[in-house]
């Protein structure tokens, strides 16, 4: 149940919902992404953010892996991070048949928590990162 809800998180934007993305966040979430705006934190904060993705995102698709899941002891809230890669294209123009775009190797991270029966989206994370180091420091491997 908690694998399929993080599988299946992102239909809003396939299907282009701001009614699906509203029933999947909790009123009260919050998402770090990897635009430097986007610390958002609650569904008035986020909702906008959800409606220029859906104007801006065509085709969507993603491909992820290394899901690693942690149910708490209740069954009731689930922490996760996955790699995915994500694709999609530009709206169609009379200008342009649209840009694609492939952004791969992202770090996704999220906490769900289970709300009056369903699984909500409490806290989501995305993330590339730069590379080398943001602080040095002795890495050994």
């Known amino acids: 149940e908690v ?15 701001i009614d699906i993305a509203e029933k999947i966040f909790s009123k ?11 610390y958002l934190i609650g569904w008035e904060e986020i909702k906008p953010a959800i409606l220029g993705k859906i104007e801006a995102i065509e085709n969507p698709k993603f491909v992820t892996r290394n ?14 991070s996955q790699i995915l ?33 369903n699984w909500k989206i409490v806290q989501i994370h995305w993330s590339k990162g730069v590379k080398g180091q943001a602080i040095e420091y002795e890495f050994q491997k």
């Open 3 to 17: 694998k399929d809800f993080i599988t299946d998180q992102y239909d809003f934007l396939s299907v282009g919902s």
């Open 28 to 38: 009260d979430a919050t998402i770090f992404g990897t635009d430097e705006e986007e």
């Open 67 to 80: 899901l690693r899941v942690v149910v708490g002891d209740n069954g009731q809230m689930a922490s996760y």
């Open 85 to 117: 890669n994500f694709s999609y294209r530009t709206p169609t123009t009379e200008s342009s048949s649209g840009v694609k775009y492939e952004i791969d190797d992202i770090r996704n991270s999220g906490v769900i928590k289970k709300i009056d029966g």
